[in-house]
């Protein structure tokens, strides 16, 4: 039940979330959360570790609740989440630090393509990691597509393919590195947004 109301929520309808939201609806503010946790917490660990990103994005949007009925339909969420977490991490950045004079300075080649909230749902960056998997060959994209997509286990996904474990670990291992370094940039979020490892 809680599943069919969270599909209910059309978040392109920007003024129909900010009237739910003003009027209470926890279903509405539990659906908007679990939509852009994640996100907001890829773009905020661009100026501060991960732990500390969680806490913002938390903070963010507990603010976002409290503050309800001063909503102004008009405003996007997007948006206005995402300024607001990019204030809160900048504020808590220590601006001498050097992580933070180096992500600044890769940031600024970058920064306008990195800004839009776009970017961290599913859209733009899907369309990016499409494309760039549909450069592999056809086995190494079914075999990935099973496991992380489906969730298969590597002996599972073995046994339908009629493969060895070891030929699946191989074709997922080449797939994870190619993606990697044609994703380079994206590849922090990707690991946010889509579980993958560092390495």
């Known amino acids: ?4 109301r969270y599909d209910t929520f059309d978040f392109e309808d920007n003024r129909r979330v900010v009237e739910a939201l ?6 509405c503010f539990d659906a908007l959360f679990r939509r852009c ?4 917490c890829a773009y905020a660990s661009r100026f501060v570790p991960l732990s500390r990103a969680e806490e913002l994005v938390q903070d963010t949007l507990l603010w976002l609740w409290e503050n309800r009925r001063t909503l102004i339909p ?6 206005l989440l995402f300024t607001i977490v990019r ?6 950045a220590s601006r001498n630090s050097l992580r933070n004079r180096i992500l600044r300075e890769l940031a600024s080649d970058f920064e306008e393509e990195f800004d839009d909230p776009a970017l961290y749902f599913e859209s733009e960056l899907a369309r990016r990691f499409a494309e760039a998997l549909r450069r592999l060959p056809e086995e190494f994209q079914q075999t990935f597509r099973m496991h992380r997509l489906e969730g298969k286990t590597h002996r599972q996904i073995a046994e ?3 493969v060895s474990p070891q030929t699946v670990n191989y074709r997922i291992g080449q797939t994870v590195r190619f993606l990697r370094e044609e994703l380079r940039e994206y590849w922090p979020v990707l690991v946010l947004l889509l ?3 560092l390495r």
Not at 1 to 4: G, L
Not at 87 to 92: C, G
């Open 160 to 162: 339908e393919l009629h």
């Open 37 to 40: 946790y994640r996100p907001l």
């Open 87 to 92: 204030n809160k991490s900048l504020n808590s």
């Open 1 to 4: 039940m809680e599943k069919e």
């Open 195 to 197: 579980g993958f490892k």
């Open 74 to 79: 008009e405003m996007p969420l997007r948006s």
């Open 22 to 27: 003003r009027s209470g609806d926890e279903h």
